[in-house]
C-alpha cells in the first residue's frame, strides 16, 4: 500500500514475489509518499461520535468564570457553576476538556489546546476572570508507571513539573509572565469528591465572622541557624503586616486593617522537633485559621515541619488558605512517589484522597480551602518575594477573591523581575490548588462583637456592701475599625432603675477589656442585668450588626434574711401581727435572727422592741403583741453575727378598714416620695417656691445697658426710656404687671411731643402706683434722667409717692442721683435700695441692683413608691381635705414605666376599682397626686391613699441541700443533690421551671439541669427536683447556680430563687497505665536497644495477637469508650495508601485491622 499524505489517497498493489509497483504522477517535486504492508494499518479500539461544540465562536459565549472539566465529573462541576451563580452572581460556562482538543488541536490531548482555548475566550463578553480546571492531571511521562495516560478524570497540565499558570501567560508577547485571569485547579477524580469539595467550600463561603478567621498560623523551618534566620526574618514581616495597624511597606509606613492574631511555630533546632511542639500545633490547627503560612524544606508530601496528615487535622469549617514556600508541596501531576498518582500534600489539604472505586476517604473536609505553592524544587528569594506581594495585597489592600490576590501579586514580580529566567522559573511552578474565585474568609469589614459569656463579674457571689466588678471583653472579628469606638454598659437593677457608663476606645485589633466598679446596696438585691453594648450610633458598616449587644444576668444575694410579710407600705388588721421573714444560705444548724420593732424610721424611740429567733428552716416569724391600732410601724431583722448595715427593714401600718395585705401611705410614710414642686412639711403639703431674677439699672447716660430692667436675663423693660422708670411683678404669681417710664421733669421742647409735659408725667406716675400694684406686690424702681430743663430738684409730690413705698433716700435725692430701689405694697421692711450721688459721677455713671424675689408654686405633684407585685388588682382609695374652691386633688394611676393607665380621678376624697387593669401586663404600680390651688397657693392636703390588691406567689430555692455538696472534688467524681423549691407567697403559683447551669474557669455556661415542677401551693408549698452528673469535664473554678421560675407577675423577693454553690474539681494527673502482651507474652516499654534479638523482646509469631491492657488508678474515671483510644502501628497496617511524612500510621482502635 502506498499512502500519500498530501492527497490523503491511498494506492494498492499486489505483490509479485518481494515487490510490487504503483504509478503516481506526483503533483510537484519532492512529494513525500508512506509504503507499508498489510500489517502497517492497525484497527481502532473504539469509534465514538463526537459531540458538537462551538467554543471557537466568540459570539456564541460569554462568562465570568469558566470552569474546564471531562465527562466524567460534569455533574459536579455544573453544580460548582451554579454555586457560583447563586453565591456571587458570576456568569458561568463549563467546557469539556475533549471538545477544546477537538476545537484547539485537532483532537490531540495536549496542553496548546487549553491555552489556545484560554486566549480564545478573551474575545467574549463578558471574558472570564477565572479558569477553574476541576479535574486532576495524570503523570504525563510515558514511561509505563501509570496503566492509563488519560484517565477520565484527567485534564493536563503544562510541563513537568506542572504548570496551570502558563496557560493564562504570554498573551501580551513571549516575555509576558504575567496571567490574563485568574487560575486555579480544583484535583478530583471523582463526582463524589468533587460534591465533597463544593460541601467544603460553601461551608466556608458562608461561615459567620469567628475569631480562627483572623487567625494566622507562621511555620518556619531550616536546616541550620542561618537558614533558620532568615525564613523567621520574611515570617515575622508578614505576621507583623498582617497584625499591626501600620506596617512597612518598601521602607514606607503604610496602614493596614486586617489585625490579625499571629502564632509563629518556628524550628530553632535541628534535632527533631519535641512532642511538645508538635501537640501544640496540632492544637491551633484544630481551632483554625484564616491563613496558613509555610516557609522552608519539603517535599510533595510533607513539610520540614511535620503535621499530622490534613484529614486528621480536625479542623473542618474553620479551614486556612495554605501558603506552601517549600519544595513540591504543589505538584498535582504526580510522579513523586513510587505510586505515580499519590496526592501531593496541595491535594490531600484541598480534596484529600480517593479509593479506588473513586469514594472520598475519610477527613476529606478537613485540611484547607485552598493550597498556594511550588509543583518542583523553589528557592527563597523568589518564593519571599512572591509572598511580599501577595501577603501585601490580602492584608494591606484586603483583597478577598483569593484568585484575583495571586495574579496581581505574580503580575508584580513579572513587572520586577520578568526578564530573568530564575524568577520566570517561580512565576511558572508556584500555582493554585483550589477554586480561584474563592472569597476568603478574611474580614472585610469591621465586626466588632460581645456576647454573653465575654462578661465577667466578681464576686460571683455579691451581696449588698460589695462593690461589684463588671468586665467585658470586646472583641473585633473584622478589620480594625477607622477611628476610635464607642462602648456603653447599661446596668438595670431589679427595681427597673438604670445606670449607664459611657467610654470611648482607642481603635482596636482583636480584644478590647473594659471593667467597670460598682458599690451594692438594697436596691441591687435579685437579678440585674448587664447589658454592654459597642458602636452605638453604628459608624462603622459591619459584617455582622446583630453582635453589638449582648448581656449578662448577675443575681445579688440578699445578706441572710428577707421579710416576707408584712410587705413595705403594708398592711395589717390586727394589733397582734405575724412578721414573718425567711433566711437565705441556710445550713443544717439553727441560725440567730435580731428582730426590732419600732415607731419611728430609726429606732431610736423608747418604745423600741427587740427579740432573737433561732430558724432552722427557710422562714421564720415573730409576733408583737400590744400594739396600736391605727399605728405606723418600723421593723427590721438581721443574721445576729452579721454587721448592723445589713439590717432589712419595712414599714407597716395597722389599719382595720382597709383591707388586709394592703399598701397604704399617711402621715411620715409620704417621705418615700417623688415630689416635684411639692414638699412634705411634718403632716401638711406645701408647694416648693421658685425665684425670678430682676436686675434694675440706672445710670446718668451713655451707660452700658440699654433696658432698664432685665427679668430671668432675657425678657427686658423700659428701652432707653427717660425719667422714673417702674416695673411691678404680681407678689404670687412673679409674673409682670406692667411697666412704664415718667419724666417728672421739664423735658426739652423737641421731646415733650412725644413724652408729655411734666404734669402729665407727675400725674400718669400717681395713677400707675395707685392702680397697678397691689398689696403685696413686688415694685422696682430705676433712673434715667436725662433731656432735663428745669432745675435738679425733685417735686414733692413725687417724693412722697416713692416715700409712701418705703423709700427711706427719696426725700434726699435730686434729678442728679442715680437711684434704684426694689420694696414691696405693703412691706416697707423689705425695701432695698442703691444711690449715687451727684459728687460720683466722675467716677460711678451707672449702677445696677440685683434682686431674686420668691414666689409659691400654683401646683405640685407627689409619686407613690411602686406598688405590687400584685396577681390582682382591688381598688384605689383616698381622702384629703380641699378648704378654698379654688383648691383641686387629682389623681392618676401609673404603669410601672409611667404610662397613664387611669387619668379621671379628682376631689379630696374617693374610691375608684382597679381591676380593669391587668396585672400580667402591669404587675406594678405608682400613684400621681396633682395638688392645685391657683389663688392663694397653699397647698391641698392629701391625708392618706391606698391600694388593695392581691399577692403573688414567692418561690425560693432551699440551698441547705445544695449546700451539703463538697466544694472541692477529684475530676470524675459525681455530683448529687435533691433541691427543693418552696412557695412562701399568698397564692398558688403556676408549674414551676428548675434549672442548674454550670460556669467553668473559662466564664462558658453549661446547662446540667432542666426540670418542670408541679404548682406550689400558697404558703409553704414546695416540690423536688434532683440534680446528678460527672465532673469529669469540669475541672478548675466552677460557680453551680440552681435557678426556679413560674409563669405570671414578677415576685417581690427574686433574689430567693437563686442558690449557688462553688466547686473546685481537682484535675486527674495521673496518665493511665498501658500493658501491652503479644501472644499473652508482655512486651515492655520502648528502649534504646535497636537489637531485636534483645532478650527484653518476646519471641511471637508471624502473625501475633496483640493485646493492649489500659487502666486508670482514678476510681471515677471508667476508661469504658474505646473509640478515646489510638493505635500507631510503624510502617502502618500493609496498605498501598501512604502515610504522610512519619512511619507511623494510626489505626482506630475501633478499626476492622485490630
Known amino acids: 500500500h502506498v499512502y500519500s499524505p498530501a492527497s490523503a489517497r491511498r494506492y494498492s498493489s499486489t505483490l509479485d514475489g518481494n515487490a510490487a509497483s504503483v504509478s503516481i504522477a506526483p503533483p510537484m517535486a519532492s512529494t513525500p509518499y508512506w509504503v507499508v504492508g498489510d500489517a502497517g494499518y492497525k484497527e481502532p479500539v473504539a469509534i465514538e461520535p463526537d459531540a458538537s461544540s462551538d467554543w471557537s465562536n466568540p459570539d456564541a459565549h460569554g462568562a465570568d468564570y469558566l470552569l474546564l472539566t471531562t465527562e466524567a465529573l460534569l455533574p459536579a462541576a455544573q453544580q460548582l457553576a451554579d454555586h457560583r451563580r447563586s453565591h456571587d452572581g458570576y456568569e458561568g460556562e463549563v467546557a469539556l476538556v475533549q471538545n477544546v482538543f477537538d476545537e484547539f488541536d485537532y483532537g490531540r490531548a495536549t496542553p496548546i489546546a487549553i491555552r489556545r482555548f484560554v486566549r480564545a475566550t478573551q474575545q467574549w463578553d463578558p471574558a472570564p476572570q477565572f479558569l477553574s480546571i476541576f479535574a486532576d492531571a495524570q503523570y504525563p511521562i510515558r514511561d509505563g508507571s501509570v496503566d492509563t495516560i488519560y484517565p477520565e478524570w484527567s485534564v493536563p497540565s503544562f510541563g513537568f513539573a506542572p504548570s496551570d499558570g502558563w496557560f493564562a501567560m504570554q498573551s501580551d508577547g513571549p516575555n509576558d509572565w504575567s496571567e490574563l485571569l485568574a487560575v486555579g485547579r480544583i484535583p478530583v477524580r471523582s463526582v463524589a469528591q468533587g460534591e465533597l469539595f463544593l460541601e467544603k467550600l460553601q461551608t466556608y463561603e458562608t461561615a459567620p465572622l469567628e475569631q480562627w478567621q483572623k487567625r494566622m498560623l507562621l511555620l518556619a523551618g531550616g536546616t541550620n541557624e542561618s537558614e533558620q534566620s532568615q525564613l523567621q526574618f520574611y515570617s515575622n514581616r508578614w505576621g507583623e503586616i498582617a497584625a499591626d495597624t501600620v506596617a512597612t511597606i518598601d521602607g514606607d509606613p503604610v496602614p493596614v486593617h486586617t489585625g490579625a492574631d499571629t502564632i509563629r511555630y518556628y524550628k530553632k533546632a535541628n534535632a527533631p522537633l519535641d512532642d511538645t511542639f508538635q501537640d501544640s500545633l496540632a492544637v491551633d490547627l484544630k481551632r483554625g485559621a484564616g491563613w496558613l503560612n509555610y516557609f522552608g524544606h519539603s517535599a510533595a508530601q510533607t513539610w520540614e515541619i511535620v503535621t499530622d496528615p490534613p484529614s486528621e487535622f480536625d479542623n473542618a469549617g474553620r479551614l486556612p488558605v495554605v501558603i506552601s514556600l517549600g519544595c513540591r508541596t504543589g505538584s498535582f501531576a504526580g510522579g513523586r512517589f513510587e505510586e505515580k498518582n499519590a496526592p501531593s500534600l496541595g491535594e490531600q489539604l484541598v480534596v484529600g484522597s480517593v479509593r479506588p472505586d473513586g469514594t472520598p476517604r475519610d477527613g476529606a473536609l478537613n485540611g484547607g480551602i485552598a493550597h498556594f505553592g511550588e509543583s518542583a524544587l523553589g528557592n527563597l528569594i523568589p518564593s519571599a518575594r512572591i509572598n511580599d506581594a501577595l501577603v501585601q495585597r490580602v492584608f494591606v489592600d484586603t483583597m478577598r477573591v483569593l484568585g484575583e490576590a495571586i495574579r496581581s501579586a505574580k503580575a508584580e514580580i513579572n513587572a520586577d523581575f520578568g526578564n530573568s529566567d530564575f524568577y520566570v522559573k517561580h512565576l511558572l511552578q508556584y500555582g493554585l490548588l483550589g477554586d480561584p474565585a474563592t472569597n476568603m474568609a478574611l474580614p472585610a469589614q469591621p465586626d466588632l462583637h460581645v456576647s454573653s459569656d465575654l462578661i465577667a463579674t466578681d464576686p460571683t457571689v455579691p451581696v449588698p456592701s460589695d462593690e461589684l466588678t463588671v468586665t467585658a471583653r470586646l472583641q473585633n472579628r473584622g478589620l480594625i475599625p477607622s477611628d476610635s469606638v464607642t462602648a456603653r454598659l447599661t446596668w438595670e437593677r431589679p427595681d427597673g432603675t438604670i445606670t449607664q457608663r459611657t467610654r470611648r476606645i482607642d481603635r482596636f485589633r482583636l480584644e478590647k477589656t473594659l471593667s467597670f466598679s460598682f458599690p451594692l446596696d438594697e436596691r441591687a438585691i435579685g437579678p440585674n442585668t448587664f447589658r454592654v453594648t459597642v458602636d452605638l450610633d453604628n459608624e462603622y458598616g459591619e459584617a455582622n450588626e446583630t453582635n453589638n449587644t449582648a448581656e449578662r444576668t448577675q443575681v445579688v444575694f440578699d445578706t441572710g434574711v428577707a421579710l416576707l410579710s408584712p ?190 409735659d411734666q404734669q402729665e408725667a407727675i400725674d400718669a406716675l400717681a395713677s400707675f402706683l395707685d392702680d397697678v400694684p397691689e398689696e403685696g406686690d413686688y415694685v422696682f424702681v430705676r433712673t434715667r434722667h436725662l433731656a432735663r430743663q428745669s432745675d435738679a430738684s425733685i417735686p ?26 426694689k420694696t414691696r405694697k405693703g412691706h416697707s421692711g423689705e425695701t432695698v435700695e442703691r444711690v449715687s450721688p451727684p459728687s460720683e ?223 473546685f474539681v481537682e484535675q486527674d494527673q495521673t496518665p493511665p497505665a498501658v500493658q501491652v502482651l503479644a501472644n499473652g507474652r508482655e512486651v515492655p516499654p520502648t528502649f534504646e536497644d535497636e537489637s531485636f534479638q534483645a532478650p527484653q523482646l518476646p519471641f511471637v509469631s508471624t502473625q501475633p495477637t496483640l493485646e493492649i491492657l489500659i487502666s486508670d488508678n482514678n476510681p471515677n474515671l471508667t476508661l469504658d469508650d474505646t473509640s478515646h483510644v489510638d493505635v500507631y502501628l510503624k510502617g502502618g497496617l500493609p496498605e498501598r495508601d501512604p502515610g504522610l511524612g512519619s512511619l507511623f500510621q494510626r489505626i482506630p482502635f475501633t478499626s476492622d485491622a485490630l
Open 796 to 821: 414733692d409730690e413725687v417724693k412722697s409717692m416713692f416715700a409712701n413705698l418705703g423709700s427711706a433716700a427719696i426725700d434726699s435725692l435730686s434729678y442728679r442721683h442715680v437711684w434704684a430701689m
Open 567 to 756: 410587705t413595705d407600705f403594708g398592711t395589717v388588721t390586727s394589733e397582734e401581727p405575724s412578721l414573718e421573714f425567711t433566711v437565705s444560705g441556710q445550713a443544717t444548724d439553727r441560725v440567730p435572727v435580731v428582730l426590732q420593732l419600732d415607731t419611728v424610721p430609726d429606732f431610736s424611740s423608747p418604745a423600741r422592741r427587740e427579740v432573737q429567733r433561732e430558724v432552722s428552716d427557710l422562714r421564720g416569724t415573730w409576733q408583737p403583741s400590744g400594739l396600736s391600732e391605727n399605728e405606723t410601724y418600723y421593723w427590721r431583722a438581721r443574721l445576729a453575727d452579721a454587721n448592723a448595715d445589713t439590717w432589712r427593714t419595712a414599714r407597716f401600718t395597722i389599719a382595720p378598714t382597709v383591707p388586709e395585705r394592703s399598701w397604704l401611705q399617711r402621715d411620715q410614710l409620704f417621705s418615700a416620695n417623688k415630689n416635684s414642686r411639692l414638699r412634705r412639711t411634718g403632716r401638711s403639703w406645701r408647694f416648693n417656691e421658685y425665684s425670678r431674677n430682676v436686675l434694675t439699672f440706672s445710670e446718668r447716660g451713655q451707660g452700658s445697658r440699654v433696658n432698664g430692667f432685665i427679668v430671668d436675663g432675657t425678657m427686658r423693660y423700659e428701652y432707653l426710656q427717660l425719667g422714673f422708670g417702674v416695673l411691678v411683678l404680681d407678689g404670687t404669681s412673679g409674673e409682670v404687671r406692667a411697666s412704664e417710664s415718667f419724666p417728672t421733669y421739664d423735658l426739652r421742647d423737641d421731646l415733650e411731643d412725644d413724652v408729655g
Open 841 to 1063: 459721677a466722675d467716677e460711678v455713671n451707672e449702677i445696677n441692683l440685683g434682686s431674686e424675689p420668691s414666689f409659691s408654686h400654683a401646683s405640685g405633684t407627689t409619686i407613690s413608691s411602686r406598688i405590687g407585685p400584685a396577681s390582682k388588682w382591688g381598688s384605689l382609695r383616698w381622702s384629703g381635705t380641699a378648704p378654698d374652691a379654688e383648691d383641686m386633688i387629682s389623681l392618676d394611676v401609673l404603669a410601672a414605666d409611667s404610662t397613664i393607665l387611669i387619668d379621671d380621678l379628682s376631689g379630696p376624697s374617693g374610691e375608684r376599682s382597679l381591676s380593669a387593669i391587668d396585672a400580667q401586663e402591669h404587675p406594678r404600680l405608682h400613684f400621681r397626686a396633682t395638688l392645685t390651688d391657683s389663688t392663694s397657693r397653699t397647698a391641698p392636703q392629701l391625708n392618706e391613699w391606698s391600694a388593695s390588691y392581691t399577692g403573688v406567689p414567692e418561690l425560693a430555692v432551699d440551698p441547705s441541700r445544695l449546700g451539703a455538696v463538697p466544694d472541692t472534688l477529684l475530676q470524675g467524681e459525681r455530683v448529687s443533690a435533691s433541691i427543693p423549691v418552696v412557695n412562701f407567697g399568698p397564692v398558688a403559683s403556676m408549674p414551676v421551671r428548675a434549672r442548674v447551669t454550670l460556669q467553668d474557669a473559662s466564664n462558658t455556661t453549661t446547662t446540667l439541669l432542666t426540670d418542670t415542677l408541679s404548682a406550689l401551693a400558697p404558703n409553704g408549698g414546695r416540690d423536688t427536683t434532683s440534680l446528678a452528673f460527672s465532673t469529669t469535664e469540669f475541672s478548675g473554678n466552677n460557680l453551680i447556680t440552681v435557678e426556679a421560675n413560674t409563669d405570671g407577675p414578677p415576685e417581690r423577693l427574686p433574689s430567693n430563687n437563686t442558690s449557688v454553690r462553688n466547686l
